[in-house]
Protein backbone atom coordinates (compact mmCIF):
# COMPACT_ATOMS: atom_id res chain seq x y z
CA UNK A 1 0.00 0.00 0.00
CA UNK A 2 0.92 3.65 -0.34
CA UNK A 3 1.84 4.19 -3.66
CA UNK A 4 2.79 7.49 -5.10
CA UNK A 5 2.92 8.26 -9.14
CA UNK A 6 4.72 10.83 -11.20
CA UNK A 7 4.06 11.38 -14.21
CA UNK A 8 6.09 11.86 -16.68
CA UNK A 9 9.46 9.90 -14.94
CA UNK A 10 11.84 12.47 -17.33
CA UNK A 11 10.68 15.43 -19.71
CA UNK A 12 13.01 17.02 -21.92
CA UNK A 13 11.45 20.56 -23.40
CA UNK A 14 12.99 23.85 -24.75
CA UNK A 15 13.24 27.21 -22.94
CA UNK A 16 10.23 29.45 -22.83
CA UNK A 17 7.72 26.19 -22.47
CA UNK A 18 5.72 25.24 -19.57
CA UNK A 19 6.00 21.40 -18.27
CA UNK A 20 3.64 19.87 -16.29
CA UNK A 21 4.14 17.46 -13.74
CA UNK A 22 1.88 15.32 -12.24
CA UNK A 23 1.48 13.60 -8.45
CA UNK A 24 -0.92 10.54 -7.51
CA UNK A 25 -1.41 8.64 -4.86
CA UNK A 26 -3.19 5.32 -5.98
CA UNK A 27 -4.15 3.35 -3.10
CA UNK A 28 -4.98 5.84 -0.32
CA UNK A 29 -6.24 9.56 0.39
CA UNK A 30 -3.47 12.14 0.92
CA UNK A 31 -4.62 15.54 2.28
CA UNK A 32 -1.41 16.96 1.89
CA UNK A 33 1.44 16.85 -0.76
CA UNK A 34 4.89 17.88 -0.73
CA UNK A 35 7.14 18.90 -3.64
CA UNK A 36 10.68 18.53 -3.14
CA UNK A 37 13.76 19.17 -5.67
CA UNK A 38 17.26 17.62 -5.61
CA UNK A 39 19.97 18.34 -7.33
CA UNK A 40 22.71 15.94 -8.26
CA UNK A 41 24.38 15.00 -4.85
CA UNK A 42 21.82 16.77 -2.53
CA UNK A 43 19.54 16.27 -0.56
CA UNK A 44 15.76 16.83 -1.51
CA UNK A 45 14.91 20.95 -0.67
CA UNK A 46 11.22 21.21 -0.22
CA UNK A 47 9.81 23.57 -2.69
CA UNK A 48 5.62 23.72 -1.24
CA UNK A 49 3.20 22.47 0.98
CA UNK A 50 0.12 21.69 -1.39
CA UNK A 51 -3.34 20.75 0.37
CA UNK A 52 -6.35 19.70 -1.38
CA UNK A 53 -8.82 22.51 -1.93
CA UNK A 54 -6.59 25.34 -1.27
CA UNK A 55 -3.91 27.21 -2.18
CA UNK A 56 -0.16 26.16 -1.89
CA UNK A 57 1.74 27.36 0.81
CA UNK A 58 5.88 27.75 -0.84
CA UNK A 59 8.90 27.93 1.19
CA UNK A 60 11.22 30.99 1.23
CA UNK A 61 12.56 31.93 -1.76
CA UNK A 62 10.35 29.86 -4.61
CA UNK A 63 8.61 31.29 -7.03
CA UNK A 64 4.99 31.12 -6.90
CA UNK A 65 4.36 32.25 -10.42
CA UNK A 66 7.10 30.49 -12.02
CA UNK A 67 6.30 26.90 -10.39
CA UNK A 68 1.59 26.50 -10.27
CA UNK A 69 0.49 23.71 -8.07
CA UNK A 70 -2.71 23.04 -8.18
CA UNK A 71 -4.11 20.24 -5.91
CA UNK A 72 -7.73 19.43 -6.90
CA UNK A 73 -7.96 16.21 -5.50
CA UNK A 74 -7.42 13.86 -2.79
CA UNK A 75 -5.64 12.14 -5.10
CA UNK A 76 -4.00 14.46 -7.63
CA UNK A 77 -1.57 17.32 -7.10
CA UNK A 78 0.45 18.73 -10.41
CA UNK A 79 3.06 20.86 -10.41
CA UNK A 80 3.45 23.27 -13.61
CA UNK A 81 6.93 24.70 -14.48
CA UNK A 82 6.09 27.69 -16.08
CA UNK A 83 8.62 29.37 -19.05
CA UNK A 84 11.55 26.78 -17.67
CA UNK A 85 14.51 27.84 -18.35
CA UNK A 86 18.34 25.68 -18.25
CA UNK A 87 18.14 26.62 -14.49
CA UNK A 88 15.09 24.94 -13.82
CA UNK A 89 16.83 21.15 -14.56
CA UNK A 90 15.96 19.11 -11.68
CA UNK A 91 14.87 16.54 -10.46
CA UNK A 92 11.63 17.00 -9.22
CA UNK A 93 9.79 14.73 -6.60
CA UNK A 94 6.60 14.25 -4.81
CA UNK A 95 5.32 12.90 -1.89
CA UNK A 96 2.32 12.34 -0.20
CA UNK A 97 0.95 12.06 3.51
CA UNK A 98 -1.07 9.58 4.12
CA UNK A 99 -5.03 10.74 5.36
CA UNK A 100 -5.76 8.59 7.92
CA UNK A 101 -2.99 6.78 10.93
CA UNK A 102 -1.74 7.51 14.42
CA UNK A 103 1.13 8.06 15.47
CA UNK A 104 2.01 6.95 11.52
CA UNK A 105 0.02 9.57 10.69
CA UNK A 106 3.47 11.50 10.20
CA UNK A 107 4.13 9.62 7.10
CA UNK A 108 5.25 10.77 3.82
CA UNK A 109 5.50 8.32 0.62
CA UNK A 110 7.23 9.34 -2.12
CA UNK A 111 6.87 9.71 -5.94
CA UNK A 112 9.41 8.30 -8.04
CA UNK A 113 10.32 10.84 -9.33
CA UNK A 114 10.45 13.81 -12.51
CA UNK A 115 13.46 14.60 -14.00
CA UNK A 116 13.30 18.05 -16.26
CA UNK A 117 15.77 18.77 -18.98
CA UNK A 118 15.67 22.16 -20.02
CA UNK A 119 17.55 22.99 -23.01
CA UNK B 1 23.57 25.34 12.16
CA UNK B 2 21.42 22.72 10.09
CA UNK B 3 18.56 21.53 11.59
CA UNK B 4 20.16 18.06 10.55
CA UNK B 5 23.89 17.42 9.69
CA UNK B 6 24.34 13.82 8.07
CA UNK B 7 28.14 12.96 6.71
CA UNK B 8 27.63 12.65 2.87
CA UNK B 9 30.19 10.01 2.74
CA UNK B 10 30.77 8.36 0.25
CA UNK B 11 31.22 4.89 2.12
CA UNK B 12 32.15 1.67 0.80
CA UNK B 13 32.29 -1.76 2.95
CA UNK B 14 32.60 -5.15 2.00
CA UNK B 15 29.83 -7.48 1.48
CA UNK B 16 28.68 -8.72 5.09
CA UNK B 17 29.75 -5.95 7.08
CA UNK B 18 27.87 -4.20 9.43
CA UNK B 19 26.92 -0.58 7.99
CA UNK B 20 26.70 1.85 10.59
CA UNK B 21 24.78 5.17 9.52
CA UNK B 22 24.33 8.69 11.52
CA UNK B 23 22.58 11.62 11.94
CA UNK B 24 22.26 14.84 14.69
CA UNK B 25 19.90 17.18 14.46
CA UNK B 26 19.38 20.40 17.09
CA UNK B 27 15.92 20.84 17.25
CA UNK B 28 14.63 19.13 20.50
CA UNK B 29 11.08 19.15 19.44
CA UNK B 30 11.79 16.46 16.69
CA UNK B 31 9.29 13.22 17.31
CA UNK B 32 9.20 11.22 14.20
CA UNK B 33 12.10 9.59 12.75
CA UNK B 34 12.50 8.23 9.17
CA UNK B 35 15.42 6.80 7.36
CA UNK B 36 14.60 6.53 3.59
CA UNK B 37 16.80 4.56 0.60
CA UNK B 38 17.22 6.37 -2.32
CA UNK B 39 18.54 4.59 -5.35
CA UNK B 40 20.16 6.88 -8.16
CA UNK B 41 17.52 8.59 -9.99
CA UNK B 42 14.54 7.26 -8.19
CA UNK B 43 12.34 8.80 -5.41
CA UNK B 44 13.27 7.78 -2.10
CA UNK B 45 11.96 4.64 -0.51
CA UNK B 46 11.07 5.06 3.06
CA UNK B 47 13.04 1.96 5.12
CA UNK B 48 12.21 2.84 9.13
CA UNK B 49 9.60 4.70 11.14
CA UNK B 50 10.97 5.57 14.50
CA UNK B 51 8.54 7.73 16.56
CA UNK B 52 10.42 9.13 19.72
CA UNK B 53 12.82 7.41 21.09
CA UNK B 54 14.67 3.82 21.31
CA UNK B 55 14.97 1.04 19.23
CA UNK B 56 13.42 -0.34 15.67
CA UNK B 57 14.28 -3.44 13.88
CA UNK B 58 13.43 -4.85 10.63
CA UNK B 59 15.06 -7.94 9.05
CA UNK B 60 18.74 -6.86 9.12
CA UNK B 61 17.70 -2.87 9.65
CA UNK B 62 18.09 -1.81 12.97
CA UNK B 63 17.11 1.93 13.96
CA UNK B 64 18.04 3.62 16.86
CA UNK B 65 16.97 6.83 18.60
CA UNK B 66 18.87 8.80 21.41
CA UNK B 67 16.85 12.02 21.72
CA UNK B 68 19.05 12.87 25.05
CA UNK B 69 21.82 13.19 22.37
CA UNK B 70 20.23 14.33 19.41
CA UNK B 71 21.43 11.30 17.56
CA UNK B 72 19.71 8.45 15.46
CA UNK B 73 21.61 6.08 13.97
CA UNK B 74 20.68 3.18 11.22
CA UNK B 75 22.40 0.18 10.81
CA UNK B 76 22.69 -2.60 8.35
CA UNK B 77 23.76 -5.99 9.32
CA UNK B 78 25.24 -8.52 6.46
CA UNK B 79 25.40 -5.77 3.80
CA UNK B 80 24.71 -6.90 0.06
CA UNK B 81 25.31 -5.26 -3.11
CA UNK B 82 21.61 -4.35 -3.44
CA UNK B 83 22.32 -2.04 -0.42
CA UNK B 84 24.29 0.16 -2.42
CA UNK B 85 22.21 3.45 -2.36
CA UNK B 86 22.51 6.66 -0.64
CA UNK B 87 20.62 6.91 2.89
CA UNK B 88 18.61 9.95 3.84
CA UNK B 89 17.76 10.40 7.64
CA UNK B 90 14.78 12.72 8.12
CA UNK B 91 12.62 14.11 10.89
CA UNK B 92 9.85 16.27 12.19
CA UNK B 93 7.88 17.48 14.39
CA UNK B 94 4.19 17.71 16.11
CA UNK B 95 2.11 20.45 14.66
CA UNK B 96 4.31 21.88 12.18
CA UNK B 97 2.76 20.89 9.30
CA UNK B 98 4.42 18.12 8.61
CA UNK B 99 7.26 19.19 7.25
CA UNK B 100 10.00 17.25 7.01
CA UNK B 101 13.87 18.11 7.52
CA UNK B 102 16.43 15.82 5.50
CA UNK B 103 19.70 15.20 6.17
CA UNK B 104 22.25 15.70 2.98
CA UNK B 105 21.97 11.85 2.78
CA UNK B 106 25.25 9.13 3.38
CA UNK B 107 26.20 7.68 -0.16
CA UNK B 108 26.84 3.77 0.63
CA UNK B 109 28.41 1.21 -1.70
CA UNK B 110 28.68 -2.69 -0.73
CA UNK B 111 31.26 -4.42 -3.00
CA UNK B 112 30.95 -7.83 -3.83
Known amino acids: GAVVSQHPSWVICKSGTSVKIECRSL??????MFWYRQFPKQSLMLMATSNEGSKATYEQGVEKDKFLINHASLTLSTLTVTSAHPEDSSFYIC???????????????FGPGTRLTVL | QKEVEQDPGPLSVPEGAIVSLNCTYS??????FMWYRQYSRKGPELLMYTYSSGNKEDGRFTAQVDKSSKYISLFIRDSQPSDSATYLC????????????FGTGTSLTVIP
Open chain 2, 27 to 32: NSAFQY
Open chain 2, 90 to 101: AMSAPNTGNQFY
Open chain 1, 27 to 32: DFQATT
Open chain 1, 95 to 109: SARVLYGTERNNEQF
